[in-house]
């Protein structure tokens, strides 16, 4: 039998490197063949997720950016500079959160979702028309986030006006001067040539992309312990592989981008212009916590003593 996945980035991209190791670790091992679909093929993200819950696709690659929209907690992942930026402890994080492992898969259940791996895909960089040096700068800059509420709050912070909008309208939204600043993983910037239609980058330290891959509980549910645990072991394999894989790519993406375009400007900016994005992150934390109640306030704290643990 064959069973489908969709994820929501191109096949050499990160999604489609871990779907890639997912479908030959599946095939390797058992008779199922696993049929990929990379972004585009199925429409949006949106309309991804809509088959996998209904058992169209076995399997999706959906990023909290998106799912936030359906599971509000998971929007915990754009709180600001929660995570952090050495790569020893965001992958401990990834591997041990309880949070991750222990309280998001019942939400995803809810939404007829089994939740197999969450993992990183680099560090969010900005991209803009102008310079950005402090939350002034992006005072009016119509700013391109993924479809949730808290990225929302967390770019109205920032000083932008954000401007949710699916993936699949960034490009020519930016060229026709619709939005003026959007923001992805360095690797991303580079792979989708976003340096073609905004002239800076600026990295922030803010967040690292999180995606997570799910399969249809229905179709999950109904299989053998053997299938289960093929499946299982297959997400593992692929997480261990993801994240040096993604790390690689993030770190040669902006001698990439000064290839293509020798007249780019790269600002990382300097600890003391930080602190004014860092500042907001209590605020977005609040507003997470209005918008998520308890168990939203459960999740926040479980990550931190995760977060707290991964960094010992
Ligand atoms: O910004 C977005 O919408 C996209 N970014 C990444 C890194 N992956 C997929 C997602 O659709």
């Known amino acids: 039998d064959t069973w489908r996945y969709a ?11 871990y779907a890639q ?22 429409g949006e993200s949106v309309d991804t997720m809509e ?3 209904a058992g169209i696709l076995q399997f999706v690659d959906q990023s909290p950016g998106f ?55 680099g560090e969010v960089c900005m991209t803009t028309q102008e310079p950005v040096h402090s939350p002034e700068d992006l005072n009016e800059v119509k700013f391109r986030v993924m479809t949730n509420p ?8 920032f000083g932008a006006t954000p401007t949710p909008l699916p993936w699949g309208e960034v490009y020519g939204a930016m060229q026709t001067g619709i939005i003026q600043g959007q923001e992805n993983p360095r690797f991303f910037l580079e792979s989708t040539k976003m340096y073609e239609v905004t002239d800076v980058i600026t990295c922030i330290g803010h967040n690292n992309f999180t995606t997570a891959v799910m399969a249809n509980k229905d179709f999950y549910d109904g299989l053998g312990e053997e299938d289960q645990q093929l499946i299982q072991n297959a ?9 040096d894989y993604q790390v690689a790519l993030g770190d040669e993406s902006f001698e990439k981008i000064k290839e293509a375009k020798p007249e780019i400007e790269i600002n990382i900016l300097s600890e003391e212009e930080r602190k004014p994005f860092m500042a907001t992150s209590a605020s977005v934390e609040e507003a997470f916590i209005g918008m998520t109640g308890d168990k939203g306030a459960e999740i926040l704290a479980q990550m931190k003593a ?7």
């Open 7 to 17: 994820f929501e980035e191109a096949l050499e991209e990160v999604q489609g490197k």
């Open 21 to 42: 190791k997912f479908k030959e670790e599946i095939e390797a091992n058992s008779d199922h063949e696993i049929q990929l679909f990379p972004f585009g093929t199925l």
């Open 51 to 53: 088959q996998a819950q």
């Open 67 to 121: 799912t936030g929209a359906l599971i509000p907690e998971a929007q915990v992942f754009f709180v600001p500079y929660l995570l952090p930026q050495d790569n020893e402890s965001l992958f401990k994080f990834f591997r041990d959160s309880k949070a991750i492992h222990e309280l998001f898969p019942p939400l995803y259940a809810e939404q007829g979702l089994e939740l197999l791996s969450m993992f990183p895909e």
């Open 150 to 157: 808290l990225l929302v709050e967390s770019y109205k912070a």
């Open 235 to 243: 997400a593992d394999a692929a997480f261990e592989y993801i994240l």
């Open 306 to 312: 995760d977060l707290e643990a991964a960094s010992k």
